[in-house]
């Protein structure tokens, strides 16, 4: 596969203003690329700045300087319409707490995001179908989030995630409301996604979760303490 | 793309059924409130237009006796009026015909039925001032009432009581011992402005009533006089001229009072239907109250709505839904609710204002522009109280939607 670079953050601050004339620098010029195909964990303490990274990764925020540029697009000057228009077509969620629609079907949640590309209904469906059951849950498509484990909504967001055949895939605390067991199933599908070539990124605090990325960014006081092999890292730390 | 916002929509406020109903009950009462109280101001002034045009247009009316004498009313009804004066009349510019009454009451008899009824003595064109119209046989004539024929001609109501089912045309009938032949019947009016029965009465020559019911020395004076005017523009002028004929004919002198009273009926239908049409107003008015309501129990729905679901607009706005799009949802969402209570509240009024005008029987009209009025105000009330609510919803940011447990 060749090296393409998919994301490339180019000395990206961002400050939050507060009443009062107060300031906080949360990213203090941070700089990284990744390719095509990687698969990244950003770790961090809270209040490292891994959120606000993840955010303005997710093209939820937008940096106070710098540059973002998401699969050869700068998006860090776009609007709001703009910015979703780019998280629909390009970017695929997992959220911790599933985030699904809990009055609607499993078939909808997952077509969410064709939804608002002007998808048709039946083509919607169909697609849904199809990414409910790769991601194994196969006769499930018309039945609602309540009737399904943690373990299985968390693979309806995954599929949702997939429906628009994103660049990338964002999972924020993926396993953080599953088991170990759960948790495991769940990591080894993005592995498994990553392996077929998907990028990911990985925000958790867990090492044993993260150890499933090939990659880490470990980011502390708004700045990246660590970029490399987690392998090394964590053969280092157990030294 | 609207066709999926309304479908979103739609699942949205069919999820939550009760809170939905709910809501829609506060919007369908109001609707319902103001179509049905319409439909009674608009029936009220139905039933006095009807009342009005029973009693004919442009017409004058002519009382014997004075309104006020000195400030004081006296001598009402005495009788200073005589059918030669309203004879008189008929030369006048821009009088068309007039026409004169007395009444008596009277006990009438066939065969073994008697009724009491109030017969009026007058003219052939009193069936025209009085916009009255000959159901069966004919009215009688000029040459009637020269002779003083004994015909007489029945209302509604005494035709039923008198005769049932039975012909009424070319038999006789006694009043006061004297025989009469009936020679047509009435038209019905039905019950008047003020519910009394204007079919109960019985029709004959003046010249009849006054020879053979009251007796010929009775003088030729009359009760009710009717001058019936060209257009309705020239009622004003056409009084002034009665009024100078009837002081020239009864000798007063220039500050004598009038010994005789002209009432103007176009003046008082018009001050009627205008006590009408406020009440059609007031009454809109204070059943508007109750839309007023129903559209605040939207606008509470909806917030509430919308700070339930902060998560899932969070999570929409996450996966690429346009800003335009989440105000539209819940836009729509209250445009729906708003006019699926109008279409009910349209549907209830309506139907209980039929079922009122069944009771009460009075036809009640439903307008066109009911219908068109309280869908529109159905949009208006679901935009408005759905704007803001829909506003805040567009605005929420996504990271803090997403993170709102």
Same mark, same amino acid.
């Given at each position: 596969?060749?090296?393409?670079?998919?994301?490339?953050?180019?000395?990206?601050?961002?400050?939050?203003?507060?009443?009062?004339?107060?300031?906080?620098?949360?990213?203090?010029?941070?700089?990284?690329?990744?390719?095509?195909?990687?698969?990244?964990?950003?770790?961090?303490?809270?209040?490292?700045?891994?959120?606000?990274?993840?955010?303005?990764?997710?093209?939820?925020?937008?940096?106070?300087?710098?540059?973002?540029?998401?699969?050869?697009?700068?998006?860090?000057?776009?609007?709001?319409?703009?910015?979703?228009?780019?998280?629909?077509?390009?970017?695929?969620?997992?959220?911790?707490?599933?985030?699904?629609?809990?009055?609607?079907?499993?078939?909808?949640?997952?077509?969410?995001?064709?939804?608002?590309?002007?998808?048709?209904?039946?083509?919607?469906?169909?697609?849904?179908?199809?990414?409910?059951?790769?991601?194994?849950?196969?006769?499930?498509?018309?039945?609602?989030?309540?009737?399904?484990?943690?373990?299985?909504?968390?693979?309806?967001?995954?599929?949702?995630?997939?429906?628009?055949?994103?660049?990338?895939?964002?999972?924020?605390?993926?396993?953080?409301?599953?088991?170990?067991?759960?948790?495991?199933?769940?990591?080894?599908?993005?592995?498994?996604?990553?392996?077929?070539?998907?990028?990911?990124?990985?925000?958790?605090?867990?090492?044993?979760?993260?150890?499933?990325?090939?990659?880490?960014?470990?980011?502390?006081?708004?700045?990246?303490?660590?970029?490399?092999?987690?392998?090394?890292?964590?053969?280092?730390?157990?030294? | 793309?609207?066709?999926?916002?309304?479908?979103?929509?739609?699942?949205?406020?069919?999820?939550?059924?009760?809170?939905?109903?709910?809501?829609?009950?506060?919007?369908?009462?109001?609707?319902?409130?103001?179509?049905?109280?319409?439909?009674?101001?608009?029936?009220?002034?139905?039933?006095?237009?009807?009342?009005?045009?029973?009693? %004919?247009?442009?017409?004058?009316?002519?009382?014997? %006796?004075?309104?006020?004498?000195? %400030?004081?009313?006296?001598?009402?009804?005495?009788?200073?009026?005589?059918?030669?004066?309203?004879?008189?009349?008929?030369?006048?510019?821009?009088?068309?015909?007039?026409?004169?009454?007395?009444?008596?009451?009277?006990?009438?008899?066939?065969?073994?039925?008697?009724?009491?009824?109030?017969?009026? %003595?007058?003219?052939?064109?009193?069936?025209?001032?009085?916009?009255?119209?000959?159901?069966?046989?004919?009215?009688?004539?000029?040459?009637?009432?020269?002779?003083?024929?004994?015909?007489?001609?029945?209302?509604?109501?005494?035709?039923?009581?008198?005769?049932?089912?039975?012909?009424?045309?070319?038999?006789?009938?006694?009043?006061?011992?004297?025989?009469?032949?009936?020679?047509?019947?009435?038209?019905?009016?039905?019950?008047?402005?003020?519910?009394?029965?204007?079919?109960?009465?019985?029709?004959?020559?003046?010249?009849?009533?006054?020879?053979?019911?009251?007796?010929?020395?009775?003088?030729?004076?009359?009760?009710?006089? #009717?001058?019936?005017?060209?257009?309705?523009?020239?009622?004003?002028?056409?009084?002034?001229?009665?009024?100078?004929?009837?002081?020239?004919?009864?000798?007063?002198?220039?500050?004598?009072?009038?010994? #005789?009273?002209?009432?103007?009926?176009?003046?008082?239908?018009?001050?009627?239907?205008?006590?009408?049409?406020?009440?059609?107003?007031?009454?809109?008015?204070?059943?508007?109250?109750?839309?007023?309501?129903?559209?605040?129990?939207?606008?509470?729905?909806?917030?509430?709505?919308?700070?339930?679901?902060?998560?899932?607009?969070?999570?929409?706005?996450?996966?690429?839904?346009?800003?335009?799009?989440?105000?539209?949802?819940?836009?729509?969402?209250?445009?729906?609710?708003? #006019?699926?209570?109008? #279409?009910?509240?349209?549907?209830?009024?309506?139907?209980?204002?039929?079922?009122?005008?069944?009771?009460?029987?009075?036809?009640?009209?439903?307008?066109?522009?009911?219908?068109?009025?309280?869908?529109?105000?159905?949009?208006?009330?679901?935009?408005?109280?759905?704007?803001?609510?829909?506003?805040?919803?567009?605005?929420?940011?996504?990271?803090?939607?997403?993170?709102?447990?």
């Amino acid at each position: 596969m060749k090296n393409r670079k998919v994301v490339e953050v180019d000395n990206l601050t961002k400050t939050y203003f507060m009443p009062g004339g107060l300031s906080q620098q949360v990213l203090r010029g941070i700089s990284f690329e990744i390719n095509e195909g990687e698969f990244v964990a950003i770790m961090g303490h809270s209040g490292s700045g891994k959120s606000t990274l993840m955010n303005t990764l997710g093209c939820l925020d937008r940096p106070t300087s710098g540059k973002y540029f998401l699969a050869g697009q700068e998006v860090s000057k776009l609007t709001d319409d703009q910015l979703a228009v780019v998280r629909g077509k390009t970017l695929g969620f997992v959220f911790q707490n599933f985030n699904l629609l809990m009055k609607r079907t499993i078939a909808d949640n997952v077509s969410l995001p064709l939804l608002y590309q002007g998808v048709s209904k039946k083509e919607c469906y169909e697609r849904a179908s199809a990414m409910i059951e790769r991601v194994g849950l196969k006769g499930y498509a018309d039945r609602i989030p309540n009737q399904l484990s943690g373990g299985m909504q968390q693979r309806v967001a995954i599929a949702r995630a997939l429906i628009n055949n994103p660049k990338i895939i964002l999972a924020d605390e993926p396993t953080g409301n599953l088991d170990s067991q759960t948790s495991d199933e769940i990591m080894s599908m993005f592995q498994d996604l990553n392996n077929e070539g998907i990028t990911v990124i990985l925000v958790t605090h867990e090492a044993d979760v993260a150890m499933y990325a090939k990659r880490l960014l470990r980011i502390a006081d708004g700045v990246i303490e660590y970029d490399g092999s987690i392998k090394d890292y964590f053969v280092k730390e157990d030294k | 793309m609207f066709k999926r916002i309304f479908g979103e929509s739609w699942i949205s406020i069919t999820s939550y059924k009760l809170r939905t109903f709910l809501t829609t009950l506060g919007i369908m009462i109001g609707v319902a409130a103001v179509v049905l109280m319409v439909a009674v101001g608009q029936t009220v002034q139905n039933v006095i237009d009807e009342s009005f045009a029973s009693m %004919g247009g442009n017409l004058l009316i002519v009382l014997p %006796g004075a309104s006020t004498s000195g %400030g004081i009313r006296t001598a009402m009804g005495r009788p200073t009026v005589s059918r030669q004066d309203m004879d008189a009349m008929k030369d006048i510019k821009d009088v068309v015909t007039t026409s004169y009454a007395s009444m008596s009451g009277v006990q009438a008899i066939y065969g073994k039925n008697n009724w009491s009824v109030a017969v009026t %003595g007058t003219t052939p064109d009193y069936l025209d001032v009085g916009n009255w119209e000959i159901n069966r046989g004919i009215a009688f004539t000029e040459k009637d009432l020269k002779a003083a024929a004994s015909y007489v001609v029945l209302g509604q109501t005494v035709v039923d009581e008198l005769f049932g089912f039975e012909n009424p045309i070319g038999k006789t009938i006694r009043l006061q011992n004297i025989p009469f032949m009936v020679i047509g019947t009435l038209k019905s009016k039905g019950p008047g402005l003020t519910g009394d029965d204007q079919d109960n009465l019985i029709l004959m020559p003046f010249t009849t009533l006054r020879q053979k019911i009251r007796g010929a020395r009775q003088p030729q004076m009359i009760n009710i006089g #009717f001058v019936k005017v060209t257009t309705e523009d020239k009622l004003d002028a056409v009084m002034q001229r009665v009024n100078y004929l009837l002081r020239a004919r009864h000798n007063l002198k220039e500050n004598d009072d009038d010994d #005789f009273t002209i009432r103007n009926m176009a003046e008082l239908v018009a001050q009627v239907k205008k006590v009408g049409f406020y009440l059609s107003l007031l009454l809109g008015a204070i059943a508007s109250i109750s839309l007023v309501v129903g559209s605040i129990g939207i606008m509470n729905m909806m917030l509430v709505s919308v700070t339930e679901r902060t998560r899932e607009i969070g999570t929409r706005k996450a996966l690429g839904a346009p800003n335009k799009w989440i105000m539209m949802q819940f836009l729509v969402e209250s445009i729906l609710i708003s #006019f699926m209570g109008s #279409f009910m509240g349209l549907v209830l009024g309506v139907g209980l204002s039929q079922i009122g005008g069944v009771i009460f029987e009075q036809n009640v009209p439903i307008s066109i522009w009911t219908v068109i009025v309280s869908v529109s105000v159905a949009i208006v009330v679901g935009i408005l109280s759905g704007l803001f609510p829909a506003i805040k919803a567009m605005k929420l940011d996504p990271i803090d939607a997403l993170r709102y447990q």
